[in-house]
């Protein structure tokens, strides 16, 4: 009862009311598709995926829509629930690796690090959210100038970049350590840039 004689969308929750209203206005005759948020019961939201197609009605003064719709809420929170799973897991295998590893957002925001790269540059969980050139300073070995940036490099280019040889890494709390290492590129599954994963080790050993 409370559906005959409703607008359609008033059921439409929130921020997707105005976009399922350009989408009924655009000149389209065939059917298209729109993921949406709709109200629920007792001020619930139900995720659904809705296929709209136009028909033809004898006498109808406004187009008229046939809506088939699909709650695919339950879907959506099992594949959130995986990510999630996903995400712990490969942060576990970042944390065990016994490398130093440091990884980076597209905009070069410290996103991770780990607990040999924390030992490593001096830095603690405040370097996340920092950027990585604050967090990680290199300069050459024998002329002091600068070491070369390997993200700047994976960032601009999207191909691996090893360090240079001579590279000196200048920790947080003055400590000065030769390192190794390389910069890679994080891709999603399009092949877009998410960010850029750092290798490197303490090579005074050597």
């Not at 949406?36 to 296929?51: E, F, I, K, Q, Y």
């Not at 009605?57 to 879907?75: H, P, Y």
């Not at 001096?122 to 940036?149: K, N």
């Amino acid at each position: 009862e409370r559906v005959v004689g409703a607008s359609l969308a008033s059921f439409v929750h929130g921020a997707d009311r105005s976009r399922f209203l350009e989408l009924l206005q655009q000149e389209h005759d065939g059917p298209r598709r729109a993921d949406l948020a709709l109200g629920g019961p007792n001020d619930t939201v139900v995720l659904c995926v809705r296929s709209m197609s136009p028909i033809t009605i004898d006498n109808a003064q406004s187009k008229t829509w046939a809506v088939v719709v699909t709650d695919v809420t339950q879907e959506v929170r099992r594949a959130e629930g995986d990510l999630a799973e996903q995400k712990d897991w490969f942060r576990g295998a970042l944390a065990s690796i016994a490398d130093a590893v440091i990884a980076t957002d597209a905009a070069g925001l410290v996103t991770f690090m780990n607990q040999e790269a924390a030992a490593t540059t001096a830095w603690g969980t405040e370097s996340l959210g920092r950027s990585i050139h604050e967090v990680f300073r290199v300069v050459d070995g024998e002329t002091r100038a600068p070491g070369q940036d390997p993200l700047v490099t994976v960032l601009q280019t999207g191909v691996v970049s090893r360090l240079a040889t001579h590279t000196v890494l200048l920790a947080r709390d003055d400590t000065e350590r030769p390192i190794d290492g390389s910069a890679a590129p994080i891709r999603d599954s399009r092949g877009d840039l998410l960010g850029v994963i750092l290798v490197f080790r303490d090579i005074t050993e050597r």
